[in-house]
């Protein structure tokens, strides 16, 4: 299907440009499945609990009860399993309900894709794509599924996930040789690849684990790494059986030598290594690891692994996320300054016009840009029209809208402060006249570092007459900011306070 032509595609796949019926989309989703790498497994209960009996300690023991049983104390062997039960219980309920808390939370965070459904551009979780789908790509969303793409403007793709390659490839929805590899033929594009810059629409082919990253991820898994707490574990149940072991060959060596009876010599010897064995430390371990995710829980943290708790209580360093964390995870505009570091109405204007117009990126600093400054400017918008655009990407880190305005042609171009200034040649002042931009660079730069250092993000604003990003006029700069949450520095300073007590807490 990959060598054929996207018309052919289309008619293969029983789709169209416009996409699927939603009927026809849940039809297929009963007979692909979902778009996940992991396939929904039964009986995720069942490997959980039995997984609570795989550490050295509980084999240990196990097979102290078996030694008991053999040797006629059945009541001891059904303690000892008991004990061992009760532990494997107490550690298989606590991560069962962290496992669904977690699957819970994840559900919150799914990623969308925009998809059309009968012509209509919808949102839908991705997991919910099926072959044959019309998806919408613009600069920063993440690829859902294995696709052939439709339709192409600007489009480069970071595929370093796939083929290793660091700088983004630049994807076209011209049909291609069948000669060319699948990875490398510029009108495909897979999952778990990133769109840097531009516009598409594509063809979903593939799903789930049907897709290339799928057999990729399939050739690398690998399991947990071990806790600390869990290495300290199985060290002891393997002195543990050193020791018990060694005790058992010298006493049943000893016996023999002073011609004991070898049956009751080796009896006396597995009812010691019985005796040597600590039959109530898995349930000491689990009630007090069970106890402690308890105590998390109700300051709304999930354990999903219990032995985690151990190497919780023995960090020296916590890293806090900022975004969200520790602020609002909401972009705000503070304010728009000329190059002198008065306020500017007409850098003000610009921006909110590159802003409303732009359509490649949906990002948290356009949207600040539209939700604060209309309610400081009446803007008409109506003189303006938009001819073209030159879309976001993680390279030029810079976003270009050219408009027709009186019958002029207008670029606005906005972005990171470092790009924006090498495109422009001049700079414009309050009374509109222009200067050299050597001559304000420094003043520029200062006024950066400064209000950086203040922990503001800035962004410069500049524009130019025609429609190619060069000898433009540097206008100003866009300050924005992520609110800081109510009371955060009580409860930074809170953690510190409590640090010492917390680590020494669970240390013991």
Not at 315 to 325: F, R
């Amino acid at each position: 299907m990959w060598d054929l032509p996207i018309n052919a595609v289309l008619s293969e796949l029983q789709s169209q440009k416009e996409g699927l019926s939603e009927r026809e989309a849940q039809e297929r989703a009963k007979t692909y499945g979902a778009n996940t790498l992991k396939p929904p497994t039964s009986g995720k209960g069942f490997y959980l609990f039995f997984a609570q009996f795989k550490s050295p300690l509980i084999l240990l023991l196990s097979s102290a009860a078996i030694l008991s049983f053999a040797l006629g104390g059945a009541v001891d062997a059904l303690i000892i399993l008991s004990i061992v039960m009760l532990s494997g219980l107490l550690g298989y309920f606590q991560e069962y309900g962290a496992l669904n808390s977690l699957e819970t939370l994840l559900q919150q965070i799914e990623t969308k894709t925009s998809v059309l459904r009968e012509g209509k551009e919808i949102e839908i979780s991705s997991k919910n794509l099926v072959p044959g789908d019309v998806i919408l790509l613009r600069a920063g969303d993440l690829i859902p599924a294995d696709c052939m793409l439709i339709d192409t403007k600007h489009f480069f793709v970071d595929e370093a996930s796939m083929t290793g390659e660091s700088l983004p490839i630049e994807k076209m929805a011209d049909a291609c040789s069948p000669t060319i590899p699948l990875l490398q033929r510029p009108n495909n594009i897979f999952l778990g690849t990133l769109v840097m810059s531009g516009f598409a629409s594509a063809l979903v082919i593939c799903t789930g684990i049907k897709t290339e990253y799928a057999k990729i991820a399939e050739h690398i898994r690998f399991r947990p790494p071990e806790t600390s707490f869990e290495m300290g574990v199985r060290k002891l149940s393997q002195f543990l059986l050193q020791v018990t072991l060694i005790l058992v060959i010298v006493i049943f060596a000893i016996n023999s030598y002073f011609h004991k009876d070898i049956i009751e010599s080796l009896l006396f010897s597995l009812a010691l290594a019985v005796g040597l064995t600590p039959q109530l430390l898995p349930a000491i371990i689990s009630v007090n690891l069970s106890h402690g995710a308890r105590q998390m829980a109700q300051k709304k943290v999930i354990i999903k692994r219990l032995p985690s708790i151990e190497n919780f209580g023995q960090m020296d360093i916590l890293c806090s996320d900022k975004t969200g964390t520790l602020t609002l995870n909401k972009m705000t505009v503070k304010d728009v300054f000329g190059i002198t570091g008065q306020k500017s109405n007409k850098a003000k204007l610009y921006a909110f016009l590159n802003a409303h117009f732009q359509e490649g990126y949906t990002n948290p600093l356009d949207q600040a840009i539209l939700a604060d400054i209309p309610q400081r400017e009446d803007f008409p918008l109506s003189t303006w029209k938009k001819i073209d655009e030159i879309p976001y990407d993680f390279h030029r880190k810079k976003l270009s809208v050219t408009f027709l305005h009186n019958e002029k042609k207008i670029l606005i171009t906005k972005g990171t402060l470092d790009q924006v200034l090498a495109v422009c040649t001049q700079v414009e002042l309050p009374d509109e006249s222009t200067a050299p931009l050597d001559t304000y660079k420094k003043e520029i730069l200062q006024h950066f570092e400064k209000y950086s250092k203040q922990g503001f993000r800035i962004l410069g604003i500049a524009y130019g007459e025609g429609e190619a990003e060069e000898n433009l006029r540097f206008l100003g700069f866009i300050h924005f900011f992520d609110p800081i949450k109510p009371n955060i520095e009580q409860a930074v300073a809170e953690l510190k306070k409590k640090r010492s007590h917390f680590k020494n807490h669970y240390r013991r």
